[in-house]
């Protein structure tokens, strides 16, 4: 049991790196993994991205759709904001991405609400 649980969430960490990986091959900014687990239960992590226009937030949302569908075979079970690509949110169950146009990531300061949870590092330059 405990290695079908391990390999749950070693796929969902992958998941939320990949999703990382296309957000900053598309330009998104502040990229952040907020391992949020143990603290919410329904999910294990978080991506959390910012835009710096709604153009962006629709790029890097229908890009993170797309090749996460392509390369690791998941679609999210749920999109929220879509229309008014300020804050978009794609439940993939296990992981939440969180695409921000930046003053609204800034108003929200969902890093700060989290600050107790492992972040896990990207590498990436602006992390």
């Not at 609204?104 to 609400?113: C, T, V």
């Not at 492992?118 to 590498?123: D, S």
């Amino acid at each position: 049991m405990e290695n079908c649980v391990t390999t749950e969430i070693d796929e969902s960490r992958e998941l939320a790196l990949a999703a990382a990986r296309i957000a900053d091959a598309q330009k998104g900014s502040d990229i952040v993994i907020l391992q949020v687990g143990e603290v919410l239960g329904v999910t294990e992590y978080f991506v959390v991205v910012s835009a710096s226009n709604r153009r962006l937030v629709r790029t890097l949302v229908d890009e993170i759709e797309v090749q996460c569908r392509n390369s690791v075979g998941r679609i999210p079970s749920r999109t929220e904001g879509v229309r008014e690509q300020q804050w978009v949110l794609l439940d993939y169950g296990d992981v939440v991405v969180h695409v921000f146009l930046e003053e609204i990531r800034e108003f929200y300061d969902i890093e700060r609400l989290y600050k107790d949870v492992p972040v896990i590092p990207t590498g990436f330059k602006d992390a």
